[in-house]
């Protein structure tokens, strides 16, 4: 309960503060991309339970000639890359927050299709509410391997405090100024999380 309720005034404030950013930024994504402004979609919040997310848009719809869509690389745009090497593609997030999709703080909400992928152990990120940020976000976010990772998750689900929970916000700033650990080497995104048995 106390940490739901730091979500949500933290949260209720901190969109009152950032509310002509985020106009901007609307505004911004709309002239330059078009509609849709925001990428929505389905992803497994607290205990599995789907939820739909929202982000600032950061890729095109552009399909090769048999309708199938482009490569990640080809489809982000300049302003794409602005948006997510400064974490603000993130920031609509925060009206998944106060709805109680998500927290400021918590694992990753990752791709439905991933669920049954997922090592038992593994599968215990979801047993508390999907983060904007988290503590692998902070350890490495996607210069790090998926079981790394997932590791990072579950030790947070086994020691989160309040105070954890500021700390990871404080340090998330610092990791956003520095622009840290973007991108997986040679990827524009994460690449795909195929199950351990794979690798990562």
Not at 186 to 191: F, H, I, K, L, V
């Given at each position: 309960m106390l940490k739901r309720l730091f979500d949500f005034i933290a949260t209720a404030a901190g969109l009152i503060?950032?509310?002509?950013?985020?106009?901007?930024?609307?505004?911004?994504?709309?002239?330059?991309?078009?509609?849709?402004?925001?990428?929505?979609?389905?992803?497994?919040?607290l205990h599995g339970a789907p939820f739909y997310m929202y982000k600032f848009r950061t890729m095109t719809n552009a399909c090769d000639?048999?309708?199938?869509l482009l490569p990640d690389c080809d489809r982000l745009t300049s302003l794409g890359r602005f948006l997510r090497a400064t974490s603000l593609d993130e920031l609509p997030e925060l009206f998944n927050v106060l709805k109680g999709d998500m927290s400021l703080v918590g694992p990753r909400p990752l791709l439905t299709q991933y669920l049954g992928r997922y090592t038992p152990e593994q599968a215990r990120r979801h047993e508390v509410r999907p983060g904007v940020t988290g503590w692998a976000q902070i350890n490495g976010r996607n210069a790090?391997?998926?079981e790394e990772k997932f590791k990072l998750d579950v030790w947070y689900v086994d020691h989160h405090t309040l105070w954890l929970d500021i700390k990871i916000i404080l340090m998330t700033i610092v990791k956003v100024l520095k622009r840290e650990d973007i991108n997986a080497a040679?990827?524009?995104?994460?690449?795909e999380f195929k199950g351990s048995a794979h690798g990562a």
């Open positions: 503060v950032i509310s002509p950013v985020l106009l901007f930024l609307f505004l911004l994504v709309r002239q330059k991309m078009a509609a849709p402004v925001f990428f929505r979609q389905k992803r497994p919040g000639d048999n309708s199938c790090i391997t998926w040679g990827e524009a995104t994460m690449g």
